[in-house]
C-alpha cells in the first residue's frame, strides 16, 4: 500500500481527479502499480482496477526496464508492468506519427526519416547478427569517432566545442552531455571537464554515519569506520567528496521542490558557492533560470546491499557534463557523446542513448574494443 490517509489533501485530489498520467510506465516495476491499484481502491472504495480511475500509462518498451541488480533477463521481464494481474485490463494505443519530422524542414525530411527509422530497428531488435545471446551492430561512420589520441579528449572535444567560451551561455550547457553507460567512467569524464574550466575547484565533504539501531554490535567501530563509510557509492548518492567550480552544470539526486520543479534529475548550473549553502540556476524542467540555494541535507541509499542503514549528509548534486544512460531517459538534448569504453548491460541502454537526440547531426559516438581501440561495433 501507499501511505495515503483518507483525510489527506493528496487523497481528496485523488478522488477529484478524472484523468491521470503515468509517465514512464514501463520503469517501474508491476509491484508499484499493484501498490497503486490497492490504495486507489481503498481511497475510492471500489473494487474496479485503480479504484475506477481512468490512468494513461505512457511509455516505450524499447527504452530502459526496471533495474533488477544482478537479475536475469528473465527477472527484468517478470518485474514489468505486463507481467501484472491488471495489464489485461489496459488497452493498447499506438502513437503512429513522428512530430520531430512534422516539424523539421522538407530538405532534412529524408534523414530524419533514415535516423528514425534505424532507431526503431535498434529498439525493435531487427538489426544486427546474434553474438552470445545478444546481438552485434555496425554503426554507421558518420556517428562515429575514429581518429584521435586520447579517447577522452576527443569525446570532449567533439560533444563540447570551444567549451570555456561558451560557459556563461546557459542553453549550450542544458542541451549537451556525454552519455555512458557506467558511473564510474562517469565520474572520470566530469572530473576531467572541471580540471578544463579556470579557478580551483571548491571542495565539500560529507558527514557520514550509521543508523543507531545498527549500532547494537560493541565492536560496530572497529567494522564500518568513518573511513569505509566515505567510500561508498550508491545509486542516487552524491560522492563524500565533491569538487565543484562556479559555472559547471550540476545534477539534482533528491527532489527538493517538486511545486517548483525542482526535481530528482534536474540541471542546474552553479552561479556562487558558499560555505554553507551553493547558488545555481534551473537550466531545465518547469522552472528554467529560477535562481535556487541548495543546502547539505541528510540522504539514505535509495538501493543498497549494505548490510546497514547509512545517512550521509551533503549537498544532494553532481556534476552533469556527463551522465549515465539511464539517467538520462526522458531528457532531449541537440548534442549528445556516447562514450562506450565498455559495451552496455542491459536493455534498452542503446536505443535510449541514440534517441535523446533531435537528429542524425546531433550525435557522436566513441567504441572502444577489449584493447582499448577504436572500432564501429557495439553489442547491444
Not at 501507499?2 to 485530489?13: A, G
Not at 524499447?62 to 533488477?68: G, N, Y
Not at 493498447?92 to 532534412?108: I, P, R, V
Not at 573511513?227 to 527532489?255: D, Q, W
Request: aromatic share 8%; glycine share 6%.
Amino acid at each position: 500500500m501507499c501511505n495515503i490517509s483518507q483525510s489527506s489533501p493528496l487523497s481528496e485530489l485523488i478522488r477529484c481527479a478524472k484523468l491521470i498520467i503515468w509517465d514512464e510506465a514501463p520503469m517501474v516495476k508491476r509491484f508499484c502499480a499493484k501498490a497503486i491499484d490497492r490504495t486507489f481502491r481503498d481511497i475510492m472504495k471500489c473494487n474496479r482496477p485503480f479504484g475506477g480511475k481512468c490512468i494513461v500509462m505512457r511509455g516505450d518498451f524499447r527504452k530502459i526496464l526496471p533495474v533488477i541488480p544482478k537479475g536475469s533477463r528473465a527477472d527484468v521481464v517478470n518485474s514489468t508492468i505486463n507481467s501484472s494481474y491488471l495489464w489485461s485490463h489496459c488497452k493498447l494505443f499506438q502513437l503512429t506519427k513522428n512530430m520531430q519530422l512534422s516539424s523539421s524542414s522538407s530538405t532534412d525530411n529524408s534523414k530524419l526519416k533514415l535516423f528514425s527509422d534505424w532507431l526503431l530497428d535498434i529498439g525493435d531488435g531487427r538489426i544486427g547478427l546474434p553474438h552470445d545471446g545478444m546481438e552485434e551492430i555496425e554503426v554507421p561512420d558518420d556517428f562515429l569517432i575514429m581518429d584521435y589520441h586520447d579517447p577522452l579528449q576527443s569525446i570532449v572535444e567533439a560533444t563540447y566545442p570551444d567549451l570555456l567560451h561558451h560557459l556563461a551561455d546557459s542553453e549550450y550547457l542544458t542541451n549537451r552531455a556525454i552519455l555512458t553507460p557506467t558511473v564510474e567512467v562517469v565520474d572520470q569524464i566530469n572530473d576531467y571537464m572541471c580540471s578544463l574550466l579556470p579557478g580551483e575547484p571548491i571542495e565539500y565533504f560529507s558527514s557520514d554515519s550509521v543508523s543507531i539501531a545498527d549500532q547494537g554490535c560493541a565492536s560496530f567501530q572497529e567494522l564500518y569506520t568513518t573511513e569505509f563509510l566515505n567510500t561508498i557509492k550508491c545509486s542516487g548518492l552524491p560522492p563524500h567528496r565533491l569538487a565543484v567550480k562556479v559555472g559547471v552544470p550540476i545534477m539534482l539526486v533528491r527532489n527538493i521542490d517538486q511545486a517548483a520543479g525542482l526535481c530528482n534529475g534536474t540541471r542546474l548550473k552553479i552561479t556562487f558557492l558558499g560555505k554553507h549553502f551553493i547558488k545555481a540556476i534551473a537550466l531545465n524542467g518547469t522552472s528554467i533560470g529560477q535562481e535556487v540555494l541548495i543546502h547539505r541535507m541528510d540522504m539514505n541509499p535509495s538501493k543498497s546491499r549494505l548490510p546497514f542503514t547509512m545517512t550521509r549528509r551533503q549537498f544532494p548534486i553532481i556534476l552533469s557534463f556527463a551522465m549515465t544512460i539511464n539517467k538520462s531517459q526522458g531528457q532531449s538534448m541537440t548534442n549528445v557523446g556516447l562514450y562506450l569504453r565498455r559495451p552496455i548491460f542491459t536493455h534498452g541502454q542503446l536505443y535510449v542513448a541514440l534517441s535523446r537526440v533531435k537528429s542524425m547531426d546531433g550525435i557522436k559516438i566513441l567504441i572502444l574494443d577489449s584493447d582499448k581501440n577504436p572500432t564501429n561495433r557495439e553489442i547491444f
